[in-house]
């Protein structure tokens, strides 16, 4: 039998791992870049997969040079904690063994490494040796990540920490506290046990980060923290299936977030035609608007797209747009003092029925015949002139969804007023939020025959219907609220001006959510025309073998469209594969909800407005959000992208979604909760699960990679924290 001796960790490289295993020559490594490692020996692995009885006397006498223990007696496999792949926890420790018992805990460990569970994993008995360490008594132990493993951004550390032995975080029993480091400065994500200060945390963030230096790549870092506070490094191996490493970085001035507008309806990377032509036409049409109803003038871009990924701009809103804005703003203000009122919280419901009027009486009519119309001739029409009947239609969108935006930023600001009220006067006597006020109000909306998953043209509208699953009594809903209504009525009575004002807020913003809904119903209803267009246009270009197949139309831009219709046939030179797997890859990021640099004014109003309606951020939550409709459920994840995936929710169970839209509304009647990455109170999401008294949170950034299909959490509506149950 050829066996090596036993051998000191401290003289092992990685050099060393085809015979001790990558673990080992990962600690003995570790040891010379100078970390501090609790100090052992190993077994190095046998040729033949046999272990012989003296062997594991060797392995005892070395661990004698250790000290009385108490010692780890770990695994280490040749296979395992490489580049390529990481076998973390696939095989088994044993802790705080005595010196008398290592022979015994060496033979489990070995017998780890059977034909059982490794095998599985192309390592057998004779790909295994064994670490004997001194055992460290922590009293804190955790993970350090180098690198964001959801974002897959390199310049943020993230620290996983539990009180004790890091098994229940490992192994996955519990999640642990949770701490980002961007700079030099820790940040506590999640706080559930206390386990370690934001001092601590740091140490440990910056350990991991030399060492990853010193290895040249992001990695995997195990530590414990023992009882006199010295920091002990337990192990460090590559991290793998971390996301592409990208910037986020802003290509203009200022800051964009998908949290706004036409950003609250793209929950994916935008296809060149529908960036270059639809959102560009409406943010066009939508910015005019806003500069003759109220003189404000929005600085260019009004988006900009990274990696793929639409971030809409919220620099109209900072301190140098105000001051060129002022002077219209103030001419609108003398002329027609009403519609001014409807930017602030406070003079909002002076605005809204002129702003209502409006919009029912011209700009809805103009838009529904503007779409019969077009429907009429989008089948006969030349090919040459279908591009003017889309122009047309997105234009009008881009008017309609400037209404949207003004009707729907009044229900934003009324809400906020409800939320204020409430918290003020009704929260102390009653408990709860004003969310319940807002649901199973009765919802209608024109709509279409055919309903969108997303404002793309890529994606193909779908029919509409119900979905099976359970009935929801709405009649629950509605008496929910009602009970809630009379409640607040008789803790206001003896104030009679204070009950009167209350009334008038309540009908005000209960007024204003069904319209939110009819509006976001109606604006697609030229989707489907529009589309069919563009459908028409890509059919020529195949028969002209321009493309190759029909929705190779989409990942053209405009211009390149435009120029395919006027040429004679000839191949165009796009590499339109090139784009889609571009695409497909981009839909795997985990985009940021805000880029640039806001300035301190407009950062702090963002982040104020989560607050303002009523969210309370839990120590133990996973991801966090707005809150968006009452109540609390408890159930199993379901992560659903698109339409493809609408089939396997099943009763019961949380919608996790980048957003919804009109076609994912029969998905709110098996959803126990709702939660999704983008969106506000005034969000599709947030109404629909108040129709249905359903809990939902919204906004939370990064929902659907932190949260995995069959997670079992509990969602807090009124709260806007998703916990782990």
Known sequence: MSLAGVRSLRDLRLADAFQVGGKAAGLGQLFADGANVPDGVVLPAATNGEVLTEQLALLSDGAAQLGDGPFAVRSSGLAEDGYERSMAGMFESVLNVSPADIPDAAKHVLASAGAGRAAAHGAGGAGMAVIVQRMVSPAAAGVALTADPVTGDRETCVVSAVRGLGERLVSGAALGDEWEMRGDRAVARRASEAAISARQATTVALEARRIAAARGAPQDVEWAIDQGGTLWILQARPMTGLPPAVKWDAPAPGAFSRQLRLGEWIGEPVTPLFESWLL???????????????????????????????????????????????????????????????????TVRHSFPVTERIWRDEV????????????????????????????????????????????????????????????????????????????????????????????????????????????RDHQQVIRAREDAE??????????????????????????????????????????????????????????????????????????????????????????????????????????????????????????????????????????????????????????????????????????VAPLTAPAWTPLFQRAAGVVTDVGSPAAHASIIAREFGIPAVVGCGDATARLRTGMRVTVDGGLGNVEPA
Do not use: C
Not at 300 to 320: A, E, M
């Open 364 to 471: 809805q009519p103009r838009y529904r015949e503007a779409v019969v119309r077009a429907a009429a001739q989008v089948e006969s029409a030349p090919l040459a002139t279908l591009p003017d009947v889309v122009d047309e239609l997105a234009t009008l969108a881009g008017e309609y969804f400037g209404w949207i935006a003004a009707l729907g930023g009044a229900a934003y600001k009324m809400e906020m007023n409800l939320a204020a009220f409430y918290r003020r006067h009704l929260a102390r006597s009653l408990g709860g939020s004003h969310l319940t006020l807002l649901a199973g109000l009765p919802l209608s909306g024109a709509g279409s025959e055919q309903a969108i998953a997303s404002l793309d043209w890529w994606q193909p509208p779908m029919a509409t219907g119900t979905a099976s699953g359970q009935d």
């Open 280 to 346: 560009t036409a409406m943010e066009e049409r939508m910015h005019e608007l806003f500069r003759e109803e109220i003189g404000q003038i929005a600085p260019r871009p009004y988006h900009v797209i990274v990696n793929g990924w639409y971030f809409y701009s919220i620099n109209f809103v900072s301190g140098r747009a105000l001051l060129k804005s002022l002077p219209g703003i103030v001419s609108h203000l003398v002329r027609n003092p009403r519609t001014i009122a409807g930017v602030l919280p406070a």
């Open 486 to 655: 009379r409640a607040a009525e008789r803790v206001l009575a003896s104030r009679p001006r204070r009950l009167a004002t209350f009334r008038r807020i309540l009908a005000d913003a209960q007024h204003l959510v069904p319209i939110r809904e009819e509006q976001v119903a109606e604006l697609t209803i030229a989707w489907p025309v529009m589309r069919r267009a563009i459908v028409r246009v890509g059919e020529a270009l195949v028969e002209r073998k321009a493309i190759r197949q029909v929705d190779d139309v989409f990942f053209l831009t405009r211009d390149e469209l435009l120029s395919a219709i006027g040429s004679d046939g000839v191949a165009m030179a796009i590499d339109v594969q090139s784009r889609r797997s571009l695409r497909e890859r981009q839909s795997r990021l985990v985009p940021p909800l805000m880029i640039g640099r806001p300035n301190p004014m407009l950062r702090r109003m963002w982040e104020s407005y989560p607050r303002m309606l009523g969210a309370v951020r839990s120590p133990t939550a996973i991801v966090s959000g707005s809150p968006a409709s009452a109540g609390r459920a408890t159930g199993p994840v379901r992560v659903i992208r698109g339409p493809a995936e609408f089939e396997e929710l099943r009763d019961g169970e949380i919608l």
